[in-house]
């Protein structure tokens, strides 16, 4: 079956940088859009940053400038590189996929996401 798995998170310091990457397994047909979220304690899941199968982006307002999403569709990998970190990025960031795969024997379009990983900006 399809799945995520993320890698890459921990401690940084202010002003510091930390890679995330996702990598998508299983019987998967094709990838569409890739994306990032995050989720901060008492606070609701946010999209951080997407990326289409063409490579177009998109990201909030609060980390452009800041952070870049690539992705190698070869890999069937999602990676979120972050510059400059803030506390306020402190969350459990989140993979997710648009992908046609196989579910239980039969193929159809779902949407994944990965276990999360947290990710710490101390001040």
């Known amino acids: 079956q399809v799945q995520l798995v993320e890698s890459g998170g921990g401690l940084v310091q202010s002003g510091g940088s930390l890679r995330v990457s996702c990598a998508a397994s299983?019987?998967?047909?094709?990838?569409?859009?890739m994306g990032w979220y995050r989720q901060a304690p008492g606070k609701q899941r946010e999209l951080v940053a997407g990326?289409?199968?063409?490579?177009?982006?998109n990201y909030a307002d609060s980390v452009k400038g800041r952070f870049t999403i690539s992705r190698d569709n070869a890999k069937n990998t999602v990676h979120l590189q972050m510059n400059s970190l803030k506390p306020e990025d402190t969350a459990v960031y989140y993979c997710?996929?648009?992908?046609?795969?196989?579910?239980?024997?039969?193929?159809?379009?779902?949407?994944?996401w990965g276990q999360g990983i947290q990710v710490t900006v101390s001040s």
């Open positions: 997710n996929a648009d992908i046609i795969g196989l579910r239980r024997g039969v193929p159809g379009r779902d949407d994944y």
């Open positions: 299983g019987s998967i047909f094709s990838i569409y859009g």
């Open positions: 990326i289409t199968s063409g490579g177009s982006t």
